[in-house]
């Protein structure tokens, strides 16, 4: 089912990478937030063990990325359900796309409920949005 979707799950998973260091950014810019807050947040959208990584290397706070990953996460997972009908989603491979991307492994317990396939799409993911967010993060700072 993924290999028929392979450019689709590239697209779709890229496109949530790149909205979600878009976003940081304009809310940085916005909220005049410092360079270091700045970075600190920008790994947000993925695992705890990467961001922490990827925060103490581009000269973030390692406590702040923590603490925005684990809130990203918990939303994901609590609003997820209400997101998708909101949206009308209803393809499993992109709702799991979708919860993997924003809110890494919180979210895909949340996905994990919604079916086998969602799942799966969003364990997927959780690793290449974190590989994708390692290698595009430093073009934000």
């Known amino acids: 089912m993924v290999i028929f979707n392979l450019k689709a799950v ?5 496109a949530g990478v ?7 950014y304009i809310l ?9 807050l700045y970075i ?17 290397e581009l000269g973030g706070i390692p406590t702040v990325t923590v603490l925005s990953i684990l809130t990203t996460g918990l939303t994901g997972n609590l ?3 209400y997101i998708l009908r909101l949206f ?5 491979i992109s709702k799991g ?11 895909t317990s949340k996905a994990l409920e919604l079916g086998r396939v969602e799942g799966a799409m969003s364990s ?5 949005a974190g590989i994708l967010t390692v290698l595009l993060a430093p073009f934000f700072v």
Do not use: M
């Open 10 to 14: 590239i697209v779709g998973i890229t």
């Open 18 to 24: 790149i909205s979600s260091l878009i976003s940081i």
């Open 28 to 36: 940085a810019k916005l909220l005049n937030l410092s360079t270091s």
């Open 40 to 56: 600190s947040l920008l790994p947000k959208s993925i695992t705890t063990a990467i961001g922490i990584s990827l925060s103490e």
């Open 79 to 81: 609003l997820a359900e």
């Open 88 to 92: 009308r989603i209803k393809s499993p």
């Open 97 to 107: 796309l979708a919860i993997g991307t924003s809110s890494h492994a919180l979210g």
């Open 124 to 128: 997927l993911s959780i690793a290449i």
